[in-house]
Structures are given as structure tokens and as C-alpha cells.
């Protein structure tokens, strides 16, 4: 098991180390894309706003049925 | 009161988000089945030629799901900030289907990617080979949840309206995942997404014979898989796309008359081959739908009802109603809805009162209206129609360059079973050029189901301006921009890396 648990880091590890040039920028295309998507874009433009404005499901479901019940015609 | 610039700013964002990442998603259904079976072919000969072909397209469909990767989450981040009724609303019923595809897509394309791309050398080559078609299972697996959840709001069964917690409850979960949009959806979609990758590999292989005829072998080796596997898809698609419009016809008919830009309802309906709308026509009016057309009669009876002369409902049957073919207003659906939102407002009320008998009162007659709840917050009965222009010619563009594909397929591999692929250039040419159009009809039939499905966000119950957050509507028009930037960014950077990958193949045994 150990053995086995073994090979597979070894085999990340000198896959990542034997990697190609289009690999590298690859990877580093998506460091940045995944950097500025989680942190930058969700972080700074992005809140859940339920989760924030609310504490508990009961509120956030008061909340949506007051604006759907206010928006009818 | 809701804001109509924040609901169109809103709408205009998810839809540039949907439209860039869907430039991503097709090529990576396909193109992992192309790479699976150019290495099955290599593995079972031995031919190492077949192996140079493998490592060819695997490079550029590893191009593409890198820079694609994750670019779907951005719609997920949308949905908590501009759509935060919505996916309260829908949370219960989303929230099964997408962990599965969260669970299903990290373990099994995050194992074993790294192997098809590690492995080579490293692992035997049948472990390597079961690699490459895991992952190509998993990345159609994904979409199989993605398009549930899609299905469902085009078609929402399986579930219950909860008054107590507002949100649409999973009460038949095989109901959700049987859905036949959400099936027939995935089918059409993912056979879609093997034409355009067919397309694509067709394309470059087409640009390699016509700057090198040294790549002949690799050329017609790439065009036979390809045009093997396109053309199965192709005919497979045309299926799913009849499948798709019966159940259009059934669920969303008012989609189905914009398709075809069918005013006034008829038994053995034609359908436009060809046409221009006539942009003056409105609804209820006697002006003519078209300024030109060419039909094929009966041929929307058989589509939609799978009979020669079954009635085809048209927009005015379903706005204003039709009482001979027992077609409801929109007018009385409104009135529906509305006494479905009344008994909701007067159970909330009750409850908050601790009237039980009238909160349960309340509640027992929202429950007759329910499934015309949405229909309660629209303004007036016209606005179920969708904007019949965009609904039309994306359909019957889409078909158009289906029907191309189709063709080419065709052409194509009896140009390679031949030998004469290098013969005839015109064709090549159209070969070539044709690239950007599997991506151009994917897009066309995402437009016609989501453009075609409005004014709705979940069909009938909730309507897209209900759907949206109170937010400022600077914050989402900055947003849009930012998206539009970076996603461009994105795909310039891709369109490059995958140019400098093909020019070095291409100068190859020059």
C-alpha cells in the first residue's frame, strides 16, 4: 500500500519535473487564470449574497419570498 | 421594482460567460474521443505512425482543456452575486446533479489526465490506453450533469414548490435525471460537440495538405478517424435533434413557433427551409410572417408530433388563445398565476399569525395553481413570446451548417478511402474554412434553447426578472467588461499556443 502510495507521488513528481515547454505555460496559464477567477474576480466582484447579507437559511428563504411576493403584478 | 437595465445587463454577462466557455467545452467532448480511438488504433496495430498521430491531437486537446479549464465557474459565481433568487429557487434541485459532476469530473479527470499526459513510458500501454478513454467518459460525464440541470429548468418536473423555505424541492429524483429535455439535451449536445471536434481535426488536416503534401499520411490518417467518427455523430445528431424538437414541441411549444417563426397555428405545419421574417410583423397582426420562404410541408407536424397532420400551435394560438384546439390563453394563465401568488402571499401572512387552518387553506389552493406560478409575475400575455428574430435564424442557421457538416463528412472520407484528398483543393479549402463553424453552430443551438426558452429562468414558475438580485447595475455592466477582457485574453492565448503547435507540425518533413 505504502509501496503503492509511493509510486504514484514518484509518478506526479517526475512528470511534473520531465515536462515539456507548452507543459510549463500551460500550467502557468492556468495558476493565473485560477489565481485571478478565485481570488481577484470572486473575492473582489463576486459574494455569495445570501451568505453574506444572512446567517441562516430561514432568513435567506424570507428574503427571496419577500422579492418574489413584492415583484408580482 | 426591478430594474430592466440590471435584468438585461445581467443577461447580457451570463450569456458572454456561457457563450466563451461553450467555445471550450465541444472540442474537449470530441476531440477526448478522437485522441481514444487514434491511440486505440495504435495500441491494437502497433503502428508507432498511429502514436505520432495520438501525440499530435492529444497536444492540442490538452491545449484546450488547460486554457478552458474551470472557465464554467465563473457562472457559478454569477448565480450567488446577479442570480441570487434564482439559485435559491433552484438550489435543491441543482445541488445533487452538480456535486455529482464536481465529485465525477475532479477524480476522474484529474487522475487519470495525468496519466494520458505522464504516462506515456510510464505506465503499460493498456493502462495508458484505458487513461485516455477515462478521460474522454469523464468529460461527457460532466456535461451529462450540467445538461440535467439545464434540462430540468427547461422541463422542471420531479419537484415541489416549498412556500415554508421558497425553493423548489427534489421530490423524484429519477423523474430530474429521466427528464427527456434533459436526455435529449445531452445527446444533441455532446454529438454536437464530436462534430465540431471532427470539424476541427478535419480542418487543420486539411490546411496541412494544402501547405504540405509531405503530410499526406498524417493528414489522411487524422481525416479518416475523424470523418469516421464525424459522420456517425453527424447522423446520430440529426436523431437527437429530432428527439429534441418533439420535446420542445410538447413542453415549450411557444419556443417551437419562434423556432419556425409560426404566427398563426396549422394542421400539417411546413417547415421554413428558408426564409426572411418579416421584421414589421407583430403579434395579432395580418401581415404576412414572412417577406420570403421555401417549405417543406407537413414536415413541423411530423417533427414536433410525429404525424402528418397534428395541429402545430402558433405564437397568437398561445398568447391569445385558441379555444377549437383547446389551446389556454395567456391571459387566463396569468390569472392563474396570479391567484397562485395571492395564496402564497396569504399563507406566508397566516402563518405569520398562527392561523393554521387558513395557512393550510391558503396553501391548498396555491397548490391548484402552482405550475402557473411564473406566470403570475409577468406584466401582460404577450411577453411569453422570445425574440422571435434571434430564435429563428439561429435555429435554421444551425441546421443549415449541420446539414454542411453532414456533406463534408461524407466528401471527406471518400477523399481519404480514395487517396484522392490532394486532388481536389476547392474541397480542402472548404475543409479548412469551415473550422470556425462547428463552433459557430454549437453556439447557434445554445442560443436557440436559451434565447428561445425566455422570458423564463425556470419554465413557467419563474421568470428571468424575477430571478435576478437587487444589486447596482454599474457593478454588473463593470463586471461584463472585465469578462469580456479577460475571456478574450483567454482565447487568444489559446488560439496562439494551438497555431504555434500546428506551424511546427506542419513544417514537419518539409
Redesign the interface.
Known amino acids: 500500500m505504502k509501496t503503492s502510495i509511493t509510486n504514484i507521488i514518484k509518478?506526479?513528481i517526475?512528470?511534473?519535473r520531465?515536462?515539456s515547454k507548452?507543459?510549463r505555460?500551460?500550467?502557468l496559464?492556468?495558476a493565473i487564470?485560477?489565481f485571478?477567477?478565485f481570488v481577484v474576480?470572486?473575492m473582489l466582484?463576486?459574494?455569495?449574497?445570501?451568505?453574506e447579507k444572512f446567517h441562516s437559511?430561514?432568513e435567506?428563504?424570507?428574503y427571496?419570498?419577500k422579492?418574489?411576493?413584492g415583484?408580482?403584478? | 421594482m426591478?430594474d430592466p437595465t440590471l435584468v438585461d445587463w445581467s443577461r447580457a454577462q451570463f450569456a458572454l460567460t456561457a457563450i466563451y466557455h461553450f467555445l471550450f467545452v465541444p472540442l474537449t467532448l470530441g476531440l477526448s474521443f478522437i485522441v481514444a480511438i487514434m491511440e486505440t488504433l495504435y495500441v491494437t496495430t502497433g503502428d508507432t505512425k498511429w502514436k505520432e498521430v495520438t501525440l499530435f491531437w492529444m497536444?492540442l486537446f490538452?491545449?484546450n482543456f488547460?486554457?478552458g479549464?474551470?472557465t464554467g465557474?465563473?457562472m457559478e459565481?454569477?448565480f450567488?452575486?446577479n442570480w441570487?433568487?434564482y439559485?435559491?429557487?433552484v438550489g435543491d434541485i441543482f445541488g445533487a446533479p452538480l456535486a455529482i459532476e464536481g465529485i465525477m469530473a475532479f477524480f476522474l479527470e484529474s487522475t487519470f489526465f495525468?496519466v494520458m499526459?505522464?504516462?506515456w513510458n510510464?505506465v503499460s500501454k493498456k493502462f495508458h490506453l484505458l487513461s485516455t478513454w477515462l478521460v474522454a467518459i469523464g468529460s461527457n460525464l460532466s456535461a451529462l450533469w450540467i445538461l440535467v440541470a439545464n434540462g430540468w429548468m427547461q422541463h422542471p418536473v420531479g419537484m415541489q414548490f416549498n412556500?415554508?423555505?421558497?425553493?423548489s424541492e427534489m421530490v423524484n429524483f429519477w423523474e430530474v435525471i429521466f427528464n427527456p429535455n434533459a436526455y435529449n439535451k445531452f445527446l444533441h449536445t455532446i454529438s454536437a460537440g464530436y462534430i465540431t471536434s471532427a470539424i476541427f481535426v478535419v480542418a487543420i488536416s486539411a490546411w496541412f495538405l494544402l501547405k504540405n503534401e509531405k503530410m499526406k499520411d498524417f493528414a489522411k490518417r487524422s481525416i479518416l478517424v475523424a470523418t469516421s467518427f464525424g459522420l456517425i455523430t453527424s447522423a446520430y445528431n440529426i436523431l437527437t435533434g429530432d428527439n429534441s424538437a418533439y420535446t420542445v414541441a410538447q413542453n415549450q411549444p411557444v419556443k417551437l413557433a419562434a423556432m419556425e417563426g409560426l404566427y398563426q397555428g396549422k394542421k400539417g405545419a411546413e417547415i421554413v427551409a428558408f426564409g426572411i421574417l418579416n421584421p414589421d410583423k407583430k403579434l395579432g397582426d395580418k401581415q404576412e410572417d414572412f417577406l420570403f420562404q421555401i417549405s417543406i410541408p407537413k414536415a413541423l407536424s411530423i417533427l414536433g408530433y410525429h404525424k402528418l397532420d397534428a395541429y402545430v400551435a402558433g405564437m397568437n394560438d398561445l398568447v391569445y388563445g385558441n379555444k377549437e384546439h383547446g389551446i389556454e390563453s395567456a391571459a387566463s394563465k396569468i390569472g392563474k398565476g396570479?391567484k397562485a401568488?395571492a395564496a402564497?402571499?396569504a399563507f406566508?401572512e397566516a402563518k405569520k399569525q398562527g392561523d393554521i387552518q387558513k395557512a393550510s387553506s391558503a396553501l391548498a389552493q396555491f397548490r391548484q395553481y402552482e405550475k402557473y406560478m411564473g406566470y403570475?409575475?409577468?406584466?401582460k400575455p404577450e411577453e411569453i413570446v422570445p425574440p422571435v428574430q434571434i430564435t429563428f435564424y439561429s435555429f435554421h442557421l444551425m441546421v443549415g451548417l449541420g446539414i454542411w457538416f453532414f456533406v463534408l463528412m461524407i466528401v471527406m472520407l471518400y477523399k481519404a478511402m480514395t487517396g484522392t484528398l490532394t486532388k481536389t483543393r476547392t474541397w480542402l479549402k472548404l475543409a479548412f474554412y469551415s473550422l470556425p463553424l462547428g463552433f459557430l453552430a454549437n453556439e447557434l443551438g445554445w442560443i436557440v434553447a436559451e434565447v428561445g426558452r425566455q422570458p423564463w429562468a425556470v419554465q413557467d414558475l419563474l421568470p428571468v426578472?424575477?430571478a435576478t438580485?437587487?444589486?447596482s447595475t454599474t457593478?454588473v455592466m463593470?463586471?461584463f467588461w472585465?469578462f469580456a477582457i479577460?475571456f478574450t485574453f483567454?482565447l487568444i492565448?489559446e488560439v496562439k499556443?494551438m497555431a504555434t503547435?500546428i506551424r511546427l507540425k506542419g513544417g514537419e518533413n518539409v
Not at chain 1, 45 to 51: E, K, R, S, T
Not at chain 2, 163 to 167: H, I, K, L, N, V
Not at chain 2, 376 to 379: A, R, S
Open positions: 509518478f506526479y517526475n512528470g511534473f520531465n515536462m507548452l507543459g505555460k500551460l500550467w496559464i492556468i487564470k485560477l485571478i477567477f474576480i470572486k466582484f463576486f459574494p455569495d449574497i445570501l451568505h437559511d430561514k435567506r428563504g424570507d427571496v419570498m422579492n418574489l411576493l415583484g408580482e403584478k | 426591478i497536444k490538452g491545449i488547460a486554457i479549464l474551470a465557474i465563473i459565481f454569477e450567488g452575486t441570487a433568487n439559485s435559491w429557487f495525468a499526459f505522464f504516462g510510464r412556500p415554508e423555505t421558497a425553493r396570479k401568488v402564497l402571499k406566508k403570475g409575475f409577468l406584466d426578472k424575477m438580485t437587487h444589486i457593478s463593470i463586471t472585465l479577460l483567454l492565448a499556443i503547435q
